[in-house]
C-alpha cells in the first residue's frame, strides 16, 4: 500500500507541475499600449498639501518612480498617467455645498467673479509636480460637476435626474473654463495636459439623499449633453490652438457603451459617438479616437466579467481606428469571502488575494476588453476599505472619516495592489506593442495562469505578465514564433506573498517557473 501512495504522490506532483508550452507571435501585434494610470482624487487634495514633505515624496516615489535599486528591484511601480481631478468649487462652499465629506469637496480656480486662482488646489499641484520629476509621461485633466457658479442649482450636485447640471445656454462658459483651467495650470506647472475628459459617470443621477446632502460633486448627462459639450471644447481648443485632446465618455458600467441599458439615451455610446451617426465626434479637432468605461460591477462571476469584454472588444471592432480605454475601478462588487478578504470592497486589504482579483481584471480588460490603457481610481485612501494603492492611518486603526484623521500626517503603506499594477505600469510603457498569445482558453485561465506580452521595438524588449491566480506553481515554455531571445533568457520581477515586484534569477525561456497566487513579469531581450 505505502508503494502505491507514494507512486500516486508522484504523479500527482510530476502532473502538477509538467511543463506547458505557449507560443508568443512577436509579429501580430494586436494593439498600441498608451499606459497605465491613477487618479488624484481626493486625499492627495491634503496629503499635498499637508503631510511632511519627505513623507509625499515617498509616497509620490510608489506611485511614480521608474527607478531601479542596486539589487535590481523597483523603488515604485512608474504610473505612466496621473488624472487631476479639477474641482466645481464645493471646498469653498463649505457646509453649504451640501457634499457631506469634507475630504470629498474640491476647490475650484475659478472664482465668483470670474477671475482664476491658480494658487488653489495646492496639494494636488504638489503632486502633478512630483510626477512629472519622475518621468510620469501622460497628464489627464478630468471633472466631477461644472463650476458651481454654473450649475442648475448652485451645487456641484444635481436635482435633476438625467440632465445635466448646467444653467441653459452655459455650454460654451463650461467649455471655457476646461480650456483656461488647462492653460492656467500649464503656464503655472510646466506641465503639458495630454486629455481632457469633461463629464464623468453621465450615467447616475448624483442628486441628494434622505438627507438633503450627497459625499461627492456629480453630474447626469445625456449622450446628446455630451456631444454639445464635446462639440463647444473641440472648438475652443481649436480656436486656442491647443493639442490636448478630449476623451469620453467615463461610462460608470461598461455595458452602457455597448448596449441600450434603460433607454435613457445615456448608452450605446460607441455607437452614438463614433458610429453612423450625426453624433459622430471622430472627425472633431482635438478629439481622440478611444471610448473610456468604467469596470464597475461588471466583474462577478467571472464568466460575466469574460462575456462582457468579449462584447466591448466585438462593438470597439466594428469602428476602425477606435481604442478602448479601462479609466476607473476600484473595488465595488460582493464577490464573497472566497475571494477577497471581508468579501467586498469594505474593509481595507493589503494582501494578495484582493491584489490577484484585480489582476485578473486587469489582464481580461486588456486581452480580452482589448483596453489599450488600465487606470484606477483613489491612488490614496484613508478609510477602511478597498478603494486605494496606498493606505493612509493614524497608526491606531484601519482608517478614519472624521475630518481631522490624517489631515496634516499619519502613516502610510503599500499594499499588494500597488505592487500588482506595477507589473503592468511599470515595464509595459506608452506606445509598447501587444503582440499575441494565441490559443488561451479565458474562462480556464481566468482561475489559473493568464498571459499578455508585449513588444518594445526601441529598445528590442518583450514583456511578458503573468498572473497565477491557482495554488499550484506552474512550469512554462515560451515559444517565440518569430526572433529569439538573446541567450534565451527572461528576468523575472515577482509580486507574491513575500515579494513585492521583487527581481528574481534569470530563467531560460524553455524552463521557466510561475509561483502560486503570484503576478510575474518576465523581461528579455529581442534578437531577430
Given at each position: 500500500m505505502r508503494k502505491i501512495y507514494i507512486s500516486l504522490l508522484l504523479l500527482?506532483?510530476?502532473?502538477?507541475?509538467?511543463?506547458?508550452?505557449?507560443?508568443?507571435?512577436?509579429?501580430?501585434?494586436?494593439q498600441t499600449m498608451d499606459g497605465f494610470g491613477g487618479s488624484d482624487a481626493w486625499r492627495i487634495q491634503f496629503v499635498g498639501k499637508n503631510w511632511p514633505e519627505q513623507k509625499?515624496?515617498?509616497?509620490?516615489?510608489?506611485?511614480?518612480?521608474?527607478?531601479?535599486?542596486?539589487?535590481?528591484?523597483?523603488?515604485?511601480?512608474?504610473?505612466?498617467?496621473?488624472?487631476?481631478?479639477?474641482?466645481?468649487?464645493?471646498?469653498?462652499?463649505?457646509?453649504?455645498?451640501?457634499?457631506?465629506?469634507?475630504?470629498?469637496?474640491?476647490?475650484?480656480?475659478?472664482?465668483?467673479?470670474?477671475?482664476?486662482?491658480?494658487?488653489?488646489?495646492?496639494?494636488?499641484?504638489w503632486f502633478l509636480q512630483a510626477a512629472k520629476k519622475r518621468?510620469?509621461?501622460?497628464?489627464?485633466?478630468?471633472?466631477?460637476?461644472?463650476?458651481?457658479?454654473?450649475?442648475?442649482?448652485?451645487?456641484?450636485?444635481?436635482?435633476?435626474?438625467?440632465?445635466?447640471?448646467?444653467?441653459?445656454?452655459?455650454?460654451?462658459?463650461?467649455?471655457?473654463?476646461?480650456?483656461?483651467?488647462?492653460?492656467g495650470l500649464e503656464k503655472k506647472e510646466g506641465i503639458?495636459?495630454?486629455?481632457?475628459?469633461?463629464?464623468?459617470?453621465?450615467?447616475?443621477?448624483?442628486?441628494?439623499?434622505?438627507?438633503?446632502?450627497?459625499?461627492?460633486?456629480?453630474?447626469?448627462?445625456?449622450?446628446?449633453?455630451?456631444?454639445?459639450?464635446?462639440?463647444?471644447?473641440?472648438?475652443?481648443?481649436?480656436?486656442?490652438?491647443?493639442?490636448?485632446?478630449?476623451?469620453?465618455a467615463e461610462a460608470a458600467q461598461i455595458n452602457y457603451l455597448y448596449e441600450n441599458v434603460n433607454g435613457e439615451n445615456r448608452d450605446n455610446q460607441i455607437d452614438y459617438f463614433f458610429g453612423k451617426t450625426k453624433t459622430n465626434i471622430s472627425k472633431l479637432p482635438n478629439v481622440k479616437n478611444v471610448i473610456l468605461g468604467h469596470s464597475y460591477f461588471t466583474t462577478w462571476p467571472v464568466d460575466k466579467q469574460v462575456l462582457s469584454r468579449k462584447l466591448i472588444a466585438a462593438e470597439i471592432k466594428q469602428k476602425p481606428g477606435l481604442k478602448y480605454w479601462q479609466s476607473e475601478y476600484c473595488i465595488l462588487e460582493n464577490p464573497g469571502e472566497a475571494e477577497i478578504p471581508g468579501g467586498s470592497g469594505g474593509e481595507r486589504d493589503l494582501g494578495m488575494q484582493t491584489a490577484l482579483f484585480?489582476?485578473?481584471?486587469?489582464?481580461?480588460?486588456?486581452?480580452?476588453?482589448?483596453?489599450?490603457?488600465?487606470?484606477?481610481?483613489?491612488?490614496?485612501?484613508?478609510?477602511?476599505?478597498?478603494?486605494?494603492?496606498?493606505?493612509?492611518?493614524?497608526?491606531?486603526?484601519?482608517?478614519?472619516?472624521?475630518?481631522?484623521?490624517?489631515?496634516?500626517?499619519?502613516?502610510?503603506?503599500?499594499?499588494?495592489?500597488?505592487?500588482?499594477l506595477g507589473n503592468y505600469s511599470l515595464f509595459v510603457r506608452p506606445g509598447m506593442l501587444r503582440v499575441d498569445v494565441p490559443n488561451q482558453d479565458e474562462a480556464a485561465a481566468a482561475n489559473d495562469v493568464m498571459l499578455t506580452a508585449y513588444k518594445d521595438t526601441a529598445n528590442k524588449k518583450l514583456i511578458i505578465v503573468a498572473v497565477n491566480c491557482g495554488k499550484d506553481n506552474q512550469k512554462y515554455k515560451f515559444n517565440l514564433l518569430k526572433g529569439q531571445l538573446k541567450n534565451n533568457e527572461l528576468t523575472p520581477y515577482i509580486t507574491a506573498e513575500n515579494s513585492n515586484l521583487k527581481r528574481s534569477e534569470i530563467q531560460k525561456a524553455d524552463n521557466l517557473e510561475i509561483p502560486e497566487k503570484s503576478i510575474v513579469t518576465f523581461v528579455g531581450e529581442l534578437q531577430f
Open positions: 500527482t506532483t510530476s502532473l502538477t507541475f509538467a511543463q506547458r508550452t505557449i507560443s508568443i507571435n512577436t509579429d501580430h501585434v494586436v509625499r515624496n515617498a509616497i509620490a516615489d510608489l506611485l511614480f518612480s521608474k527607478e531601479i535599486d542596486a539589487q535590481g528591484n523597483p523603488k515604485g511601480i512608474g504610473l505612466s498617467i496621473w488624472r487631476f481631478n479639477l474641482g466645481a468649487g464645493s471646498t469653498e462652499q463649505g457646509e453649504n455645498s451640501k457634499v457631506s465629506d469634507e475630504w470629498r469637496r474640491s476647490e475650484c480656480f475659478l472664482n465668483a467673479d470670474g477671475t482664476y486662482d491658480f494658487s488653489k488646489q495646492e496639494g494636488q499641484r518621468g510620469v509621461e501622460k497628464f489627464l485633466i478630468f471633472t466631477n460637476s461644472p463650476p458651481v457658479y454654473m450649475t442648475n442649482n448652485g451645487l456641484a450636485f444635481s436635482s435633476q435626474k438625467n440632465k445635466l447640471n448646467l444653467k441653459d445656454g452655459a455650454i460654451p462658459k463650461f467649455a471655457d473654463f476646461l480650456v483656461q483651467s488647462i492653460q503639458k495636459f495630454e486629455y481632457v475628459s469633461p463629464l464623468n459617470e453621465p450615467q447616475w443621477e448624483w442628486m441628494a439623499g434622505n438627507n438633503g446632502t450627497n459625499s461627492q460633486e456629480g453630474t447626469p448627462a445625456t449622450n446628446q449633453e455630451i456631444y454639445e459639450v464635446t462639440k463647444a471644447l473641440s472648438d475652443k481648443l481649436k480656436a486656442n490652438k491647443m493639442s490636448t485632446e478630449i476623451v469620453v484585480v489582476a485578473r481584471l486587469i489582464h481580461n480588460d486588456i486581452a480580452v476588453a482589448n483596453a489599450a490603457s488600465w487606470q484606477w481610481w483613489t491612488s490614496l485612501t484613508r478609510v477602511d476599505y478597498k478603494d486605494g494603492l496606498i493606505y493612509l492611518d493614524d497608526g491606531k486603526s484601519n482608517g478614519g472619516t472624521e475630518p481631522n484623521y490624517v489631515r496634516n500626517d499619519g502613516q502610510f503603506h503599500d499594499s499588494k495592489l500597488l505592487w500588482a
